[in-house]
C-alpha cells in the first residue's frame, strides 16, 4: 500500500518519522534502564527537560553546554560531507583551547573586543594545525583519517594535562592543577537574563557562514561532489586531495573555537577537563541534525539541554548524570535503523504522477 501525497509533503514525512522513530526507541530503552535502576522514567525525563528548558536561567545554562557542541559540530558536518570521517573533534577543541589561552593570558590586556577575537583566531589556528595533520596523512599517503584524527585526541588531552601541570600550572589555584586565569578582558561577554555567554551568537554566525559555504559557493559544491563519489570528482577536474585537506583544517578550526568558547565564557583558565566528550557528542548533532546546519543547530540546544538538565535530576532526584550519556548513546546505536526506516517510508509515500 503506498499513500498518495504532494512531493514535498512526502519527502518530509520520509524524513522526520524515522527519526521520531528513532528516539522513541532511544527513550523507550533508556526508560527501562532507568525504572531497573529505581526510578520513575516519567519523572526523570520531566525533570531532564524541565532542569534544560524550564527557566530563562536554565536555557542559558543549557546553551552554554550547546555552544561547543555546535561549533564542533559544525566542523564535523563539513568533512562528514566530503566523506572524510574526523573523530577527532575533542582533541581539536582541546588544542583550540591551548591556542585561546596563550590568547588571553600571554597575550597582554588589550581591548576586550580585540583580545577575544585574537583569542578566535588562535583557537582556530591551533585546532586548524591539529585537524591538518590527519588530513594531509589521508590526502598524500591515503592513511586511515578514523585512526590518525582519533590518536591525536589522546595526545592533545595529555599535552594539555602536560602544560597545566608542569608549565602552566598556577601557582595560586588551589586543588585540581590549571593554568593562571585569563585576563578579564578576555571574557565573553554574559546574555543579560540568561548566564548564557556570546560564544553562542558566534556559533550561530559560524552556522550561516557553513550553510553559505555548502549551498551558495564553488568550494561547498566541490565538498558534496566528493562526498558522494571522489572518483568521478576527480575526473571532473575536482582537486580531491585539497578538498581533503581544507575541509580538515576547517573541522579542525571550528572544534577549536569550541575550546576558545570553554576557556574565555566558562573556565577562565586551561583545564584537563574543559571537556565533557563534546567533541565526540558533536558527532551526535551532526548526524541526528542531517547533516545540516539548522540540524545542528537545533540539536545541539536540545542535547544541551539534556546535559544541562542532568545536573538538575542528578541534584533533585540523585540520579547519576551518566543517564544522559546513556541517552546519546543508544540515539548512536538507534541511527543504525535510518537507512532502513527512511527507505521503507519513501515507498510508503511514494509519489504517484497522474
Known amino acids: 500500500m503506498r499513500l498518495r501525497l504532494s512531493p ?3 519527502y518530509y514525512l520520509s524524513k522526520v518519522i524515522p527519526l521520531l522513530i528513532v528516539f522513541a526507541v532511544a527513550f523507550g530503552i533508556t526508560s527501562i534502564l532507568v525504572a531497573i535502576s529505581g526510578f520513575n522514567p516519567g519523572e526523570v525525563f520531566l525533570g531532564l527537560f524541565s532542569g534544560g528548558f524550564g527557566s530563562l536561567h536554565r536555557l542559558g545554562q543549557a546553551l552554554n553546554q550547546a555552544t561547543p557542541l555546535l561549533f564542533c559540530a559544525l566542523g564535523l558536518l563539513l568533512v562528514f560531507r566530503a566523506g572524510i ?5 575533542e582533541g581539536q577543541l582541546y588544542m583550540g583551547a591551548v591556542g585561546a589561552l596563550i590568547a588571553g593570558y600571554f597575550v597582554p590586556s588589550i581591548p576586550g573586543p580585540l583580545q577575544i577575537l585574537l583569542m578566535v583566531i588562535f583557537a582556530f589556528i591551533f585546532g586548524a594545525v591539529w585537524g591538518a595533520i590527519p588530513g594531509y596523512l589521508r590526502a598524500r599517503f591515503n592513511t586511515n583519517e578514523i585512526i590518525t584524527s582519533l590518536l ?19 601557582t595560586t589555584a588551589a586543588g585540581f592543577p590549571v593554568s593562571e586565569q585569563i585576563w578579564p578582558t578576555a571574557w565573553l561577554p554574559i546574555l543579560p537574563g540568561t548566564g548564557a555567554h556570546a560564544g553562542f551568537i558566534i556559533a550561530l554566525v559560524l552556522a550561516v557562514v557553513v550553510w553559505f559555504i555548502l549551498q551558495k559557493s564553488t568550494y561547498g559544491y566541490h565538498i558534496k561532489a566528493v562526498g558522494v563519489n571522489p572518483d568521478t570528482a576527480l575526473y ?12 580538515m583544517i576547517l573541522s579542525g578550526g571550528l572544534s577549536g573555537i569550541a575550546g576558545m568558547a570553554q576557556v574565555s565564557g566558562i573556565f577562565h583558565v586551561l583545564a584537563d577537563n574543559i571537556s565533557v566528550s563534546y567533541g565526540f557528542l558533536a558527532i551526535v548533532v551532526a548526524f541526528v541534525g542531517r547533516l545540516h546546519p539548522l540540524g545542528a543547530v537545533i540539536m545541539a540546544i536540545f542535547l544541551g539541554g539534556l546535559l544541562s538538565g542532568s545536573h538538575y535530576v542528578q541534584s533533585s532526584l540523585g540520579l547519576d548524570v551518566t543517564v544522559v550519556h546513556v541517552l546519546v548513546a543508544v540515539i548512536m546505536l538507534a541511527l543504525v535503523l535510518l537507512p532502513f526506516l527512511e527507505q521503507r517510508f519513501e515507498n510508503l509515500f511514494k509519489i504517484h504522477h497522474d
Open 8 to 10: 514535498r509533503r512526502g
Open 85 to 89: 570521517w574526523n573523530l577527532g573533534a
Open 152 to 170: 591525536m585526541v589522546f595526545i592533545a588531552v595529555w599535552f594539555v594535562s602536560y602544560l597545566i601541570k608542569f608549565p602552566w600550572r598556577s
Open 236 to 247: 571532473g577536474g575536482i582537486p580531491v586531495r585539497k578538498i581533503v585537506v581544507t575541509s
